[in-house]
């Protein structure tokens, strides 16, 4: 009854039941996992908690990721938005959040994967200092990670969310979408403006690849996770303006999952293109990963 697969099926049963986005998607789970409203509203108040700790975490100025890549610039960026910064209080605290939780993930530290753990700064990023900045309450923030859990959703039935399968665009791309439709729901806007901000925020990323340094989710993951970040409130902003995507949410995400198949292996996840071969990188997996090697 309350099953979706495309964005069509989302919007189209928000207006017959008159439903939240994010209502829809506990209904829906409510269908597939057989569990009561209350133990999944629960286990998602459970993943925001997880969330705020990791920004907490992960904004330690002495954190040090596994391969020592990243860590402490999330809380660099912190004190740059204290003292003076470009692009807002707001914008700059979800890119430092966002930063934080990728940092931490590095550092072997436990956090959401929303989608996935290369990507899972994105989505906690925007809802927690939206929460702060915008006196959202915690259970904005639960119904914000429904709204964007139901564009995940459907980007796993029609696409793919594996970097391995489909690049960045796939980890990042879709984190960003979910992460701008959980930004239009928390300012008001409908499930049809959360579907356009997410098409907007995909298609800003599309061709992205996956070429993580030495094969770890480091460099250029955790910078990636600020950056898409940055994207995603820029996206929410732009549909609630009543900006629409000329190009509709499902046949973005069609697109996205054909690039993936058009990509060589090189650039899904196997550190043997694009960033994980430039020169730097490669003295950096010689020197650190394999210090016994006679070169």
């Known amino acids: ?86 692009c807002g209080n707001t914008m700059l605290k979800a890119i430092a959040y966002a930063l934080a939780v990728s940092e931490f993930n590095a550092a072997m530290g436990k956090i959401v994967a929303a989608p996935t753990a290369g990507a899972s700064g994105i989505l906690p990023g925007i809802i927690v200092a939206l929460m702060e900045d915008r006196n959202y309450t915690r259970e904005d923030g639960v119904k914000a990670l429904f709204a964007g859990g139901a564009i995940g959703k459907i980007i796993a039935a029609n696409a793919t969310l594996s970097g391995a399968e489909g690049g960045c665009q796939a980890e990042c791309g879709s ?85 993936g198949r058009l990509m060589p292996a090189d650039l899904r996840e196997t550190a043997a293109g694009g960033c994980a071969i430039t020169p730097t990188a490669l003295r950096y997996a010689e020197q650190a990963l394999m210090p016994n090697n006679p070169k």
């Not at 829906?28 to 409203?37: I, L």
């Not at 992960?58 to 860590?71: M, Q, R």
């Not at 928390?186 to 298609?203: P, T």
């Open 1 to 86: 009854m309350y099953q979706f697969r495309n964005g069509v099926e989302l919007i189209s049963l928000c207006m017959q039941y008159e439903i939240d986005i994010w209502e829809l998607m506990v209904r829906c789970e409510m269908e597939e996992s057989g569990w009561p409203r209350q133990q999944i509203w629960d286990a998602m108040q459970d993943n925001l908690q997880v969330m705020q700790e990791a920004i907490i975490n992960g904004l330690n100025p002495n954190l040090k990721s596994i391969g020592g890549l990243v860590g402490g610039n999330a809380n660099r960026l912190q004190l740059r938005r204290e003292r003076d910064n470009l």
């Open 175 to 259: 984190a960003a979408a979910m992460a701008a439709a959980a930004a239009v729901y928390l300012e008001g806007g409908n499930a049809e403006i959360s579907l356009e901000a997410a098409a907007i925020a995909l298609k800003g990323l599309l061709g992205l690849v996956c070429d993580p340094v030495a094969g770890l989710v480091e460099v250029p993951c955790s910078k990636r996770n600020g950056t898409a970040a940055a994207n995603a409130l820029a996206s929410a902003d732009m549909a609630l303006a009543g900006i629409k995507s000329y190009i509709p949410f499902d046949e973005v995400v069609d697109a996205m999952y054909r690039i």
